[in-house]
């Protein structure tokens, strides 16, 4: 495979190819996301809830991030690693942002971080850029914010918040973020963003007018059930087609049917 690089994104953007990308926070979930052909995949916070149980995603620690991104890295052939910053690790002061910035750099081997916002975080991501880490942003629905939003509702329904959004992209896109990611706003806004600007916009709860997806691979496979957004297309029911398979294994070694001849030493 020719392996997938920020520049290629922004290529994909200008030829009008549509960018894919998915979630991942271990060595085998990323071999199969990874020789499946997605473009890019993100070790997102989303682990916190995912990996973790977390409520959250708040809790997670940037040395829990750096494990689940260096797991990811070692399976990856072809995919853009993007990591997640966690909260607490940028937002304070833009040196503060570096070191986390190059911690994971260092230690996962990924090859691009993201972090949430816009105009707070200009300093942090600057500060980050100069030191050649390739930055994506994130917009829209942050849920490291989400004690100020309050619900995890869809963003920028009023004039007020769109405007700063579109400020916040183009300024984004100004500092030189390689790409940004957009969640949960109404698809009219988010093709409007798209539009203007150069740099690839990715959505998640965001329409189809963006130049890329993203979703939650544990979410898109139907291995988690208490999650229902109107975004979220589900591939398969993985949690029935496990649950099948336990409840079969349980059967299989209670009648003493599993193992059988062939299977023994
Ligand atoms: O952490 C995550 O999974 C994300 C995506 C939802 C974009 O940030
Ligand atoms: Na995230």
């Known amino acids: 495979y020719k392996r997938i690089t920020?520049?290629?994104?922004?290529?994909?953007?200008?030829?009008?190819?549509?960018?894919s990308m998915l979630t991942a926070y271990d060595y085998t979930m990323a071999k199969i996301v990874d020789a499946a052909g997605v473009d890019v995949i993100l070790v997102g916070d989303s682990a916190s809830n995912v990996m973790a149980g977390h409520e959250t995603t708040l809790p997670i620690t940037l040395n829990e991030m750096i494990y689940h991104a260096s797991s990811v890295v070692r399976a990856v052939e072809r995919s853009l690693v993007v990591v997640d910053l966690p909260f607490g690790t940028y937002q304070g002061n833009s040196k503060?942002?570096?070191?986390?910035?190059?911690r994971i750099m260092k230690e996962s081997g990924g090859h691009a971080v993201k972090l949430e916002g816009g105009s707070e975080i200009s300093e942090s991501v600057s500060r980050i850029l100069t030191a050649g880490i390739p930055v994506m942003g994130h917009l829209g629905l942050t849920p490291q914010s989400i004690y100020k939003f309050g619900t995890y509702t869809v963003r920028a329904k009023e004039e007020e918040e769109a405007k700063k959004l579109i400020e916040d992209a183009k300024l984004l896109e100004q500092l030189g973020c390689f790409a940004l990611v957009l969640e949960k706003v109404p698809a009219k806004l988010a093709e409007q963003v798209a539009n203007s600007i150069s740099i690839p916009v990715i959505g998640i709860g965001a329409g189809g007018g963006v130049d890329g997806q993203v979703l939650v691979t544990h979410d898109m496979l139907g291995m988690t059930h208490e999650f229902n957004p109107r975004f979220l297309r589900r591939y398969l029911d993985l949690f029935s087609e496990m649950t099948g398979a336990f409840k079969q294994y349980v059967t299989d070694v209670k009648s003493r049917d599993f193992p059988n001849e062939k299977e023994q030493y």
Do not use: F, P, Q, T
């Open 96 to 102: 503060n942002a570096l070191d986390s910035a190059i």
């Open 6 to 19: 920020v520049k290629s994104l922004v290529e994909m953007k200008a030829n009008g190819e549509k960018i």
